[in-house]
């Protein structure tokens, strides 16, 4: 294809020359900005009706394609064409397609001219150029259009979904900061590929140049950083040698953008620092692969060879040492290297899961050995505990039994000794021996445990005694609730009050009449009582009557169950109260 620089509308009166395609201006000695592209192209062995098509695998730079003087169609790579400054920033990789009528063409020779002009001097590229039958041509621009922009465009897709899966794992687990490094990776080739397609956006066309370049570069830090924390080393001299040079060198390239300053051998200088900082991440990966299971996955070396090799295909792209329309191909590492290094970390994460569930579990094994334990030595102590009831009770059961039944026992003795021969004596003194008895027995009795039980079980026992020395005996016993911890040693003194009360008054009161009422009753403080009158109609009880060895046992009894024993004066007889607080359970509601 001839080749002419300049503006004219017609490239016959410029002096032409013989150029191979692809050409790039960047490699042209002349800082060339406009010029003319012509070929003489037959098409005889096209039949007429055919459709025809031009096709341009690449091209950087604006362009007006004409057949024999006549618009097929134009090229507009980048809409800001006056303010981008780096041809490299951006690879435009949308091809230029273009379909017309076979009747457009002569038969014979046709005359095929290309205006084109560049944005910044000496940065234009022309591919090879096509022109063939429609359905010929077609397939391979839709073929590149795949290849180069909805390829692309899916990986951005996926790997965007990679962040943000690692955003969640980084929020989840904030402690390790890998998983926030990873997602700001991923994010920023995101970036970078995004701009690599050419989008328009409302920034600057230059700020753009920008963006992507430095999105490079980036990227490839925070797969350093990644590398560090992924092999838990922190070298903080050289993470704030890497993130010092990145700053800087962004600054360096901002500067260059802005005042257009070199441009393009910014460009390669920071590149060379992106793939000498790869390969420094992957040596790291290398070197610690043969010591870590974790690194044995097969996929590892696959993605650390994809980026190497097309990482450097790149750098040869921009340092000119390959054609640029090859196009960069960094990219197309991005799917093994990405999902490689996030089944790493999702394995790290699993893995954290895993102990933590151990941990968990040999936790609550421990707790339910420590359960066991509590519960052994629970009911050890519950057995201690019952021991040592059980052997107050036997002591107080012998206390009773040598208080009581021994007393009256002795008594018999002393009398059988002295000769007694009266027999009704000897016989009061037996049944009051068997009474005693019958009340402890009685205490015993689960099923009595309370008051009313208890007074029920007395009368039985008392009436006939009472009725054969010609007593009468009253009772009014209403219904009293069950009262807490009212066990065999409470029941025991409450029948022996009762018993000594009911004792006393046959015996001394010369009484007719022997009333006993027991009740619940509430106090002006909302407190409750379990209270038992013994009342008769006897001689009555002086005020200043010094008491007796009974009276201070029914005194003392009372005090050793926390309740209060009163004797006062009635008109006629005397009034024994016993008084016993309780508690009302409360009730359960569920």
């Given at each position: 294809?001839?080749?002419?620089?300049?503006?004219?509308?017609?490239?016959?009166?410029?002096?032409?020359?013989?150029?191979?395609?692809?050409?790039?201006?960047?490699?042209?000695?002349?800082?060339?900005?406009?010029?003319?592209?012509?070929?003489?192209?037959?098409?005889?062995?096209?039949?007429?009706?055919?459709?025809?098509?031009?096709?341009?695998?690449?091209?950087?730079?604006?362009?007006?394609?004409?057949?024999?003087?006549?618009?097929?169609?134009?090229?507009?790579?980048?809409?800001?064409?006056?303010?981008?400054?780096?041809?490299?920033?951006?690879?435009?990789?949308?091809?230029?397609?273009?379909?017309?009528?076979?009747?457009?063409?002569?038969?014979?020779?046709?005359?095929?001219?290309?205006?084109?002009?560049?944005?910044?001097?000496?940065?234009?590229?022309?591919?090879?150029?096509?022109?063939?039958?429609?359905?010929?041509?077609?397939?391979?621009?839709?073929?590149?259009?795949?290849a180069r922009i909805t390829t692309v465009q899916i990986i951005s897709a996926c790997i965007l979904t990679i962040a943000v899966f690692m955003t969640v794992l980084w929020?989840?687990?904030?402690?390790?900061?890998?998983?926030?490094?990873?997602?700001?990776?991923?994010?920023?080739?995101?970036?970078?590929?995004?701009?690599?397609?050419?989008?328009?956006?409302?920034?600057?066309?230059?700020?753009?140049?920008?963006?992507?370049?430095?999105?490079?570069?980036?990227?490839?830090?925070?797969?350093?950083?990644?590398?560090?924390?992924?092999?838990?080393?922190?070298?903080?001299?050289?993470?704030?040698?890497?993130?010092?040079?990145?700053?800087?060198?962004?600054?360096?390239?901002?500067?260059?953008?802005?005042?257009?300053?070199?441009?393009?051998?910014?460009?390669?200088?920071?590149?060379?620092?992106?793939?000498?900082?790869?390969?420094?991440?992957?040596?790291?990966?290398?070197?610690?692969?043969?010591?870590?299971?974790?690194?044995?996955?097969?996929?590892?070396?696959?993605?650390?060879?994809?980026?190497?090799?097309?990482?450097?295909?790149?750098?040869?792209?921009?340092?000119?040492?390959?054609?640029?329309?090859?196009?960069?191909?960094?990219?197309?590492?991005?799917?093994?290297?990405?999902?490689?290094?996030?089944?790493?970390?999702?394995?790290?994460?699993?893995?954290?899961?895993?102990?933590?569930?151990?941990?968990?579990?040999?936790?609550?094994?421990?707790?339910?050995?420590?359960?066991?334990?509590?519960?052994?030595?629970?009911?050890?102590?519950?057995?201690?505990?019952?021991?040592?009831?059980?052997?107050?009770?036997?002591?107080?059961?012998?206390?009773?039994?040598?208080?009581?039944?021994?007393?009256?026992?002795?008594?018999?003795?002393?009398?059988?000794?002295?000769?007694?021969?009266?027999?009704?004596?000897?016989?009061?003194?037996?049944?009051?021996?068997?009474?005693?008895?019958?009340?402890?027995?009685?205490?015993?009795?689960?099923?009595?445990?309370?008051?009313?039980?208890?007074?029920?079980?007395?009368?039985?026992?008392?009436?006939?005694?009472?009725?054969?020395?010609?007593?009468?005996?009253?009772?009014?016993?209403?219904?009293?609730?069950?009262?807490?911890?009212?066990?065999?040693?409470?029941?025991?003194?409450?029948?022996?009050?009762?018993?000594?009360?009911?004792?006393?008054?046959?015996?001394?009161?010369?009484?007719?009449?022997?009333?006993?009422?027991?009740?619940?009753?509430?106090?002006?403080?909302?407190?409750?009582?379990?209270?038992?009158?013994?009342?008769?109609?006897?001689?009555?009880?002086?005020?200043?009557?010094?008491?007796?060895?009974?009276?201070?046992?029914?005194?003392?009894?009372?005090?050793?169950?926390?309740?209060?024993?009163?004797?006062?004066?009635?008109?006629?007889?005397?009034?024994?109260?016993?008084?016993?607080?309780?508690?009302?359970?409360?009730?359960?509601?569920?």
């Amino acid at each position: 294809m001839d080749f002419s620089a300049g503006e004219e509308t017609s490239a016959n009166s410029r002096a032409q020359k013989y150029q191979q395609l692809p050409d790039d201006w960047l490699h042209k000695p002349e800082a060339v900005e406009h010029g003319w592209y012509s070929a003489t192209v037959n098409i005889d062995s096209i039949q007429p009706g055919e459709r025809l098509a031009l096709y341009i695998p690449a091209i950087q730079m604006n362009a007006k394609i004409y057949l024999n003087g006549i618009l097929l169609g134009e090229a507009l790579p980048v809409s800001d064409t006056n303010n981008l400054a780096d041809p490299l920033a951006r690879e435009v990789y949308r091809p230029f397609y273009t379909a017309f009528s076979r009747q457009l063409a002569y038969n014979g020779d046709n005359r095929l001219q290309l205006q084109v002009s560049t944005f910044k001097p000496g940065s234009g590229l022309l591919g090879a150029v096509y022109i063939g039958l429609d359905k010929q041509l077609r397939p391979y621009y839709e073929r590149r259009i795949t290849a180069r922009i909805t390829t692309v465009q899916i990986i951005s897709a996926c790997i965007l979904t990679i962040a943000v899966f690692m955003t969640v794992l980084w929020w989840l687990r904030k402690q390790d900061s890998i998983y926030g490094w990873f997602a700001l990776l991923v994010y920023t080739w995101t970036l970078h590929n995004l701009l690599l397609l050419g989008y328009d956006t409302p920034l600057p066309a230059a700020f753009e140049d920008w963006l992507a370049l430095t999105s490079l570069g980036w990227l490839i830090v925070f797969m350093a950083i990644c590398t560090h924390r992924y092999l838990e080393v922190r070298p903080a001299k050289t993470e704030l040698a890497i993130l010092t040079l990145a700053i800087a060198g962004s600054i360096v390239l901002a500067i260059s953008f802005g005042w257009n300053l070199h441009p393009v051998l910014m460009h390669r200088i920071w590149s060379t620092f992106a793939l000498l900082l790869g390969g420094y991440a992957l040596t790291r990966l290398a070197l610690e692969y043969r010591h870590r299971d974790d690194l044995k996955n097969p996929f590892v070396p696959a993605g650390g060879l994809s980026i190497l090799l097309l990482g450097s295909h790149d750098w040869l792209v921009i340092t000119g040492f390959v054609p640029r329309d090859a196009g960069l191909l960094l990219h197309f590492s991005a799917p093994v290297t990405l999902i490689t290094f996030a089944t790493l970390l999702l394995e790290r994460f699993t893995g954290v899961l895993r102990e933590a569930e151990s941990l968990n579990l040999e936790l609550e094994m421990r707790v339910a050995r420590k359960h066991d334990a509590l519960e052994a030595n629970f009911i050890k102590l519950r057995e201690m505990e019952n021991r040592q009831i059980l052997a107050d009770e036997r002591e107080r059961f012998m206390k009773e039994i040598h208080d009581g039944v021994g007393g009256h026992l002795i008594s018999m003795l002393s009398m059988i000794r002295s000769g007694e021969s009266d027999s009704e004596k000897i016989t009061r003194a037996i049944e009051a021996t068997l009474s005693d008895l019958r009340i402890m027995i009685d205490s015993l009795d689960p099923n009595e445990h309370d008051i009313p039980a208890l007074l029920g079980a007395m009368r039985s026992r008392l009436e006939p005694q009472l009725a054969s020395s010609g007593m009468k005996f009253e009772w009014q016993v209403c219904e009293i609730p069950p009262i807490p911890d009212f066990g065999p040693r409470k029941a025991l003194q409450v029948m022996r009050i009762v018993q000594e009360a009911i004792t006393n008054i046959i015996n001394h009161a010369d009484a007719t009449l022997i009333h006993v009422h027991a009740r619940a009753e509430t106090t002006s403080n909302e407190s409750q009582h379990a209270v038992i009158d013994i009342i008769d109609n006897g001689k009555g009880i002086a005020q200043n009557t010094r008491r007796g060895h009974g009276l201070n046992n029914m005194t003392r009894r009372a005090r050793d169950i926390n309740a209060s024993l009163t004797i006062t004066a009635e008109s006629p007889g005397t009034r024994v109260r016993l008084s016993l607080g309780y508690t009302n359970p409360t009730p359960d509601n569920t």
